[in-house]
C-alpha cells in the first residue's frame, strides 16, 4: 500500500457518486463509494507517458519472459503477499484500478475520474454530461410530480407589441414643418426547442419570425410626405429561465435577425393632386434581446406572457431603382439611396405560449 501510493497517479471523482467495484465488472460487488470532488489514487501504470509507448514490452514478450523468470524468483524470494498476476493498465480500459479505505485493491469506472496526467492529455479528457450518477431533484418541483406528463421539450411563443421607432425620415428636398408617427406594431412568432445539455428545463433554443410595421407623416412646404415601413425578417433565438418559482418565472432572449423584407414606400403628393410614389429596399440586420414574465397555465394549458423588448439596427443604405417622374421632389431623379443611421428602439408587449 506504501509504494502504491508512493507512484500512484492522482485523479479526482467528476461525478457526484462513483461506486468502487470489487473485480473489474460492472456486476462486481461495490465495496465503496466516492463523492464529487475525492481524489483517488491510481495505479502507476495508468499515467505511463505516451513518448514511452515504443520502449514497453508487447504483452507476448512480457508474457514469455515473466513465465521464464516467474518460478526462480519464486524459489529465491518467496513471499506470498508477492502478487502473482502483475496488473497493467490497458489504454481504453473501461476500469482503473485503485484502492479504497482500507487498502485494497479496488476498481472505478473510467469515464467517472478525471486523471492528472501533467501533460496534454488531460485536455481530452471527457466529462459526462449530464450525470449519469446524479439523482438529485431540482426544485421547484414540477406540481402533481411524480404523476406528471413528461414533455417533449418544445414551446410555441407568440407575442403583440407596440413600441418606439427611431428611424429617421428621407432628406426630402424642402424643410419639414410638422411631423406625425405612428406607433411602432410588431408581431413574433417563436418556435423553440430544450438544448439537450440541459438539466434543469432552462435553456431554449430555436428560431424567430418577426414582423415591424410603422408610418409617418411629415409636413413640407408645399407637399405632404407619408412613409409606410414593413419589415419582415427571421432568425436564431435564445431563451433563458433565469428566475422560476411555482407558476411564475422570468425570461431573458436573445436573438439576431436578419430583415429578409426591409421596404419604405414614400409618397409625396401636392394639395393641388399630383403625387407620386417609390418604394425603397435593403436587407438588415437586427439585434434584439428581451425580459418578460411568464405565468404558466394562465388559460388551461396556455402560458401568458408579458414583457419590454429591445433592438438595434446598424447603419445601411435604403435604395431604389424606380426613376422619378417629378424630379424636384427627390435627390436623384434616377436611382435614388439615403443612409439609415444606427437606432435603438424598445417595445412592450404581450403574448401566450404553449409547451408540448
Same mark, same amino acid.
Do not use: C
Given at each position: ?152 421539450? @418544445?414551446? +410555441? &411563443? ?8 427611431? /428611424?429617421? !425620415?428621407?432628406?426630402?428636398? *424642402? $424643410? ?73 418565472? @422570468?425570461? +431573458? &432572449? ?8 426591409? /421596404?419604405? !414606400?414614400?409618397?409625396?403628393? *401636392? $394639395? ?85
Amino acid at each position: 500500500m506504501m509504494s502504491f501510493n508512493t507512484f500512484a497517479i492522482e485523479g479526482v471523482v467528476t461525478v457526484l457518486e462513483a461506486p468502487l467495484f470489487q473485480t473489474p465488472s460492472i456486476t462486481s460487488k461495490v465495496i465503496q463509494h466516492l463523492r464529487k470532488g475525492d481524489v483517488v489514487y491510481l495505479h502507476p501504470s495508468t499515467g505511463a507517458p505516451e513518448e514511452y509507448e515504443d520502449l514497453k514490452l508487447t504483452d507476448e514478450e512480457e508474457l514469455h519472459y515473466f513465465n521464464a523468470s516467474e518460478e526462480s524468483y519464486r524459489e529465491e524470494f518467496n513471499d506470498e503477499f508477492i502478487e502473482k498476476n502483475l496488473y497493467k493498465h490497458q489504454e481504453g480500459s473501461e476500469f482503473l484500478k485503485t484502492i479504497d479505505k482500507l487498502g485494497r485493491d479496488a476498481y472505478v469506472l473510467r469515464e467517472h475520474i478525471y486523471i492528472y496526467y501533467q501533460d496534454e492529455r488531460e485536455f481530452s479528457q471527457i466529462t459526462p454530461k449530464p450525470d449519469p450518477t446524479d439523482y438529485r431533484l431540482y426544485e421547484p418541483i414540477p406540481e402533481n410530480y411524480p404523476f406528471i406528463k413528461e414533455q417533449e421539450g @418544445f414551446r +410555441g &411563443l407568440i407575442t403583440l407589441g407596440i413600441g418606439t421607432q427611431a /428611424t429617421e !425620415s428621407y432628406p426630402y428636398t *424642402e $424643410p419639414i414643418t410638422n411631423t406625425g408617427t405612428i406607433a411602432r406594431k410588431e408581431v413574433n412568432i417563436i418556435w423553440s426547442r430544450r438544448t439537450r445539455f440541459d438539466q434543469d428545463n432552462r435553456y431554449y433554443w430555436g428560431a424567430l419570425f418577426s414582423i415591424n410595421a410603422f408610418e409617418g407623416k411629415y409636413n413640407l412646404e408645399t407637399r405632404l410626405a407619408r412613409e409606410q415601413w414593413l419589415k419582415i425578417g427571421i432568425g436564431p433565438v435564445l431563451t433563458y429561465d433565469f428566475w422560476k418559482k411555482d407558476r411564475i418565472s @422570468f425570461v +431573458g &432572449l436573445t436573438s439576431f435577425v436578419g430583415n429578409l423584407v426591409n /421596404t419604405n !414606400s414614400i409618397s409625396q403628393e *401636392e $394639395p393641388a393632386g399630383a403625387s407620386e410614389k417609390r418604394v425603397y429596399k435593403r436587407f438588415s440586420f437586427i439585434p434584439k434581446a428581451a425580459t418578460y414574465i411568464r405565468l404558466d397555465n394562465a388559460i388551461d394549458t396556455l402560458d401568458f406572457v408579458a414583457g419590454l423588448s429591445l433592438q438595434t439596427e446598424l447603419t445601411y443604405n435604403m435604395r431604389t431603382s424606380k426613376t422619378a417622374e417629378n424630379r424636384s421632389w427627390w435627390r436623384n431623379s434616377a436611382s435614388d439611396s439615403y443612409e439609415i443611421p444606427s437606432t435603438f428602439e424598445m417595445a412592450l408587449f404581450i403574448g401566450f405560449q404553449s409547451s408540448i
